[in-house]
């Protein structure tokens, strides 16, 4: 075992298998800027614990390995990491009208900076009007690593931004409470989990029509993992009090829950 920081939430392989990528939530004490954690994965050794932001999530590498990104859920930011200096190289705001990318890493935030989301229900809490806030909680690449999707929990959008110019293409209406993402190893499909709505939706990656919206079998939908050969999607859901938790299995080519 290794020690990284407090609450590591989302970890990530390198396509060569040599390291993990491993972000730290953090939602111990009072909010403050949190942390990356790599590890060696031969030697179980943490080597860098890189500062990002505010209770960072989700922790995906582009298909060449070279740019790692995870969404800050209080500070409205995309974070991308130079997978080879091991350095955060840019940073992207979220919220809906302040949209725009930056770089080098996030600034230096006091509590006052931060976005006030009540976390106690980890993304089930509906915004308040004209609340125009994104609190995002994933971040995902496409295949080509052209485009990044980003799931805004509280507006109920994906944000789709161009790696290259680091700038918006486009907004994408979500189920409510979008939470989690995962693309296709053939690139395209994009699958998203909905927390508030308890559904799966598949997406076209390229036109970004939903093509369909599959109700899960219990209310706090999680977490998404798509076979090697592209077929299913398996959906984690939480339970809710002494309710276990399932796996619900969609079939990426019926579009529909099979198991």
């Not at 993992?225 to 339970?239: C, L, N, Q, W």
Request: with cysteine.
């Amino acid at each position: 075992s290794v020690m990284l920081g407090n609450f590591p939430a989302t970890m990530q392989l390198s396509p060569d298998g040599e390291l993990v990528f491993v972000v730290n939530f953090n939602v111990h004490g009072e909010m403050e800027t949190s942390d990356v954690s790599v590890v060696s994965a031969k030697e179980m050794v943490e080597i860098a614990r890189i500062p990002t932001c505010t209770m960072p999530h989700g922790s995906r590498l582009n298909s060449d390995g070279t740019k790692h990104y995870s969404a800050c859920m209080m500070d409205e930011e995309l974070v991308e990491i130079d997978a080879r200096t091991l350095n955060v190289s840019r940073h992207f705001l979220l919220t809906k009208g302040k949209e725009m990318g930056m770089n080098g890493a996030p600034p230096a935030r006091v509590a006052s900076d931060r976005m006030s989301h009540d976390m106690g229900g980890h993304g089930m809490e509906p915004p308040k009007p004209g609340d125009v806030s994104c609190s995002p909680t994933w971040a995902q690449p496409s295949r080509d690593g052209k485009r990044v999707w980003v799931a805004c929990n509280k507006s109920s959008e994906i944000v789709e931004i161009d790696a290259n110019a680091w700038t918006v293409l486009r907004r994408i209406p979500a189920g409510a409470g979008v939470y989690n993402l995962a693309i296709t190893h053939d690139g395209s499909r994009l699958v998203a989990t909905n927390k508030r709505d308890a559904s799966v939706s598949i997406f076209d990656a390229l036109s970004a029509k939903e093509l369909a919206r599959v109700p899960t079998t219990r209310k706090v939908v999680h977490g998404v993992a798509i076979s090697d050969d592209d077929r299913y999607a398996f959906i984690s859901v939480e339970g809710m009090g002494s309710e276990p938790g399932t796996v619900d299995i969609v079939d990426l080519i019926s579009l529909r829950k099979v198991a």
